[in-house]
């Protein structure tokens, strides 16, 4: 077995071999480009993402923006991460469609013992986010941890376990608050509504 394919199998790990510190390097110098290009230049910039991820990219991401490798990240269709996300991602990091991410927040896939005569050594555990979910703003997410279709995790909280589809979460440690339900079609925010008279009122303002 081979050090990456033990990163990848979820082993205990070092990353000083195996041209993976060269990867490191690769994905900071291209990060370095993505984050100080002038806004405007909105196709060399997904260009780059595209060298980033080795695939074409297709969410819309904020710079500052920050990885490990950048090639173990799947980001889905009209996804959106704010500025200042960290996506540690020694592990693999799987983003559904239409996911909102908040400013700041990171993805975490990789962990240490903690018995400290071992802390040297490394090991990860995937992280996947469904379809349709809205990460808040600071939010962090541990390795190991999935998030199903649609839910919602308020700002700043830590998840530590795995999060249901259909819900809304918050907290440290996160934890399940209540389902998404018939009232949340009815209104956006407490008690401000959602109207058809309103909405058309935006769509003519676009």
Request: a negative charge.
């Amino acid at each position: 077995m081979t050090m990456r394919e033990r990163i990848y199998s979820g082993k205990l790990f070092t990353d000083y071999c195996e041209g993976l510190p060269e990867d490191r390097t690769r994905c900071k110098t291209l990060l370095n480009r993505i984050n100080n290009i002038g806004p405007d230049k909105i196709s060399e910039r997904m260009q780059l993402f595209g060298e980033l991820f080795g695939k074409e990219c297709k969410a819309w991401i904020e710079p500052p923006f920050y990885c490990c490798y950048g090639t173990n990240i799947d980001l889905g269709n009209s996804t959106y991460i704010n500025f200042n996300c960290n996506f540690v991602d020694d592990g693999k990091i799987t983003v559904g469609d239409r996911v909102m991410f908040g400013p700041a927040v990171t993805i975490a896939t990789v962990g240490h013992p903690i018995d400290p005569s071992m802390r040297e050594y490394m090991y990860t555990d995937p992280v996947t986010i469904g379809n349709d979910c809205w990460i808040g703003a600071n939010v962090t997410i541990c390795p190991g941890v999935s998030i199903g279709d649609n839910s919602v995790i308020g700002a700043g909280s830590v998840v530590i376990q795995d999060i249901p589809a259909n819900v809304v979460a918050a907290g440290n440690p996160c934890k399940v608050i209540r389902e998404i339900n018939e009232k949340d079609k009815k209104y956006y925010y407490k008690d401000r509504p959602i109207t058809a008279e309103d909405l058309e009122e935006e769509k003519r303002l676009r």
